[in-house]
């Protein structure tokens, strides 16, 4: 069974600070995709990186898939109230599913 | 704007009552998904359809079910509910097997 465990659960930062949320697994992943969601939403797709050491950049968001497409990382640089919200990787399989890690909750203080 | 719209937003329901949670996407995708969303959990995948009239179980299949009679229409059925399927029920598509998937703004259900 493939499983991604996603750290940290929760993290409450100031406005400013800089953080990253590793996403690791023993298994290869085809690709892997990390989601934002927000109070009341459905997640939404971020960024898909399929490459191993494939970084990609979403303004101050970088995120990163590990050279054997095993792991993941999510920076991101001065933190802002916007940021706040649940983030999400998940990894394609190749039974067309994807698979979820547990969600990294972010507050972000003014 | 492509959207998957899901029939309720909240939902209480009585134990042993049959409850239908339907999900319409607009955006002509064969692979349609529900799953569960509890903390600490992340999303657990009930049941997924690649195709009208097909379904394949995931992870959390038990006293549910699923229907597909449409390509855009896909249906979870809890044939008799139960307090601990208490959660948020989130429904997606996606166009690709394995791709982005998109998803709607999740049906809060609570069953007392």
């Known amino acids: 069974t493939q499983l991604l465990e996603q750290s940290p659960q929760f993290l409450s930062i100031q406005e400013g600070e800089n953080l990253t949320v590793y996403c690791n697994s023993s298994?290869?992943?085809?690709?892997l995709q990390w989601y934002r969601q927000e109070p009341g939403e459905g997640p939404v797709l971020l960024v898909t990186?399929?490459?191993?050491?494939e970084v990609k950049k979403l303004k101050r968001l970088t995120f990163q898939f590990g050279d054997a497409r095993k792991d993941s990382s999510l920076h991101i640089t001065a933190a802002q109230p916007g940021d706040t919200g649940l983030y999400l990787c998940a990894g394609g399989s190749n039974t067309g599913k994807l698979i979820f890690g547990q969600g990294t909750t972010l507050q972000v203080k003014p | 704007d492509v959207k998957v719209t899901q029939s309720s937003r909240y939902l209480v329901k009585r134990t042993g009552e049959k409850v239908f949670l339907e999900c319409v996407q607009d955006m002509d995708h064969e692979n349609m998904f529900w799953y569960r969303q509890d903390p600490g959990l992340g999303l657990r995948l009930i049941y997924f359809s690649y195709d009208v009239k097909m379904k394949e179980k995931g992870d959390i299949p038990e006293g549910y079910s699923v229907s597909r009679e449409k390509k855009e229409r896909f249906s979870l059925i809890l044939e008799s509910a139960s307090t601990n399927q208490t959660s948020m029920y989130l429904c997606?598509?996606?166009?690709?097997?394995?791709?982005?998937?998109?998803f709607g703004p999740g049906t809060r259900l609570t069953v007392l």
């Open positions: 990186v399929v490459t191993g050491g």
């Open positions: 298994s290869v992943f085809s690709s």
């Open positions: 997606a598509s996606s166009l690709f097997s394995g791709g982005e998937q998109f």
